[in-house]
């Protein structure tokens, strides 16, 4: 694996271009901040009417049409939703300049097919491995944010290049840029969000207060075990990695957990995960994104509330004092 930080990387790739970044969300805010703080030439690209513009613009940022950001831009950013991005693509294509580079922070549009850039752009992959609040502060900080960056066409020989000063420009260089691809990067992470961090993690944290509480355990008492102490263990594997943490725990809970997360995860586990790599390789989340975008996200809205009004909601509400 190469890891590439600032030292390595020639910012004169960027020197001179305009950039247009298509969404002021999660990501879109961050990473056009950072982009101006660094001295490049932004503009941020919104629909009319977007409720967005004047938050742009009050943190200093130029903000246009979608198409005019685009048309005036020698490199363009698709920030907005990823089941958008098909129909964003469609509309901006005829707006882009001869050359331009295409950026992504996530691979699937293009690893899916929901995009097929025109031959003539270079299409690069810029992804930060985190949210946009963690990615702007910790610019502001001085520090930055591990990415992974990619090149699906190079069409002016140029993208990769890019690629790499747009990274240093957001500040993900001063962590590392490591290469991947939007091939990997994309199955990676919707594996990741299914089977562990945002979707098994939740799930075992569910189980567990709700198989204490079964058993006569008080609610609080279930929450502060299962969960409540969910954030020191993510403290210590990234300050010491997996096998530091259980050195500093107790023998007692390092016996524990010796002889139960494995009865835990077993073989089927482990089968199942499999399973939602095939899935996810074969398109069939990427379609599942596509139909609910299309449906109104209607499963996403139950699923919302019902989690609003699960107990284990309630009793974070109560131990918090959020009610
Ligand atoms: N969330 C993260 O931290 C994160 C981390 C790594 C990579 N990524 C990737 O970064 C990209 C952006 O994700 P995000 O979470 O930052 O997106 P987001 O916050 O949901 O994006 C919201 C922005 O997209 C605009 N938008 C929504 N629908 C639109 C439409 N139909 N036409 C034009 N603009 C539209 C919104 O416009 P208005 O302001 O007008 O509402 C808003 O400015 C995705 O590819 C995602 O996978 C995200």
């Given amino acids: 694996m190469e890891m590439l930080r600032d030292a390595d990387i020639d910012p004169s790739a960027l020197a001179g271009k305009r950039v247009a970044i298509l969404g002021y969300g999660n990501q879109g805010r961050a990473q056009s901040l950072n982009l101006k703080d660094s001295g490049i030439d932004v503009v941020v690209g919104l629909r009319g009417g977007s409720g967005s513009t004047m938050e742009a613009e009050a943190a200093g940022l130029e903000t246009a049409l979608i198409e005019d950001a685009v048309a005036s831009a020698d490199v363009v950013m698709m920030l907005a939703p990823d089941e958008i991005h098909a129909t964003l693509y469609s509309e901006i294509e005829p707006h882009l300049r001869d050359g331009a580079a295409l950026g992504f922070s ?20 810029l992804a930060p491995k985190g949210p946009g609040t963690a990615l702007r502060s910790l610019y502001t900080e001085g520090k930055g944010m591990i990415a992974l960056w990619a090149v699906e066409q190079d069409a002016t020989g140029q993208a990769g290049a890019i690629a790499l000063a747009y990274g240093q420009a957001i500040g993900c260089a001063r962590a590392g840029l490591i290469a991947s691809s ?62 530091g943490m259980k050195e500093v725990i107790s023998n007692t809970a390092e016996l524990g957990a010796l002889l139960g997360g494995r009865r835990i995860i077993d073989d089927g586990v482990r089968r199942r995960m499999a399973e939602v790599l095939a899935e996810v390789r074969a398109g069939r989340f990427a379609e599942e994104l596509r139909s609910e975008e299309e449906s109104g996200y209607q499963r996403l809205e139950k699923a919302r509330a019902e989690a609003r009004s699960a107990a284990i909601e309630k009793t974070y509400r109560r131990l918090r004092g959020r009610d």
């Avoid at 929901?114 to 299409?123: S, T």
Wanted: charged share 20%; with cysteine.
């Fill in 182 to 243: 939007f091939a990997e990067e994309a199955e990676a992470d919707l594996f990741n969000e299914q089977a562990v961090v945002w979707g098994g993690v939740p799930e075992l944290l569910i189980a567990g207060f709700e198989t204490l509480v079964a058993g006569g355990i008080s609610p609080e008492v279930a929450y502060l075990e299962c969960v409540g102490e969910l954030h020191l263990i993510a403290e210590l594997i990234e300050a010491r990695g997996i096998a």
């Fill in 106 to 125: 996530h691979g699937l549009s293009v690893r899916f097919g929901l995009v097929k850039p025109r031959a003539d752009l270079d299409v690069f992959m």
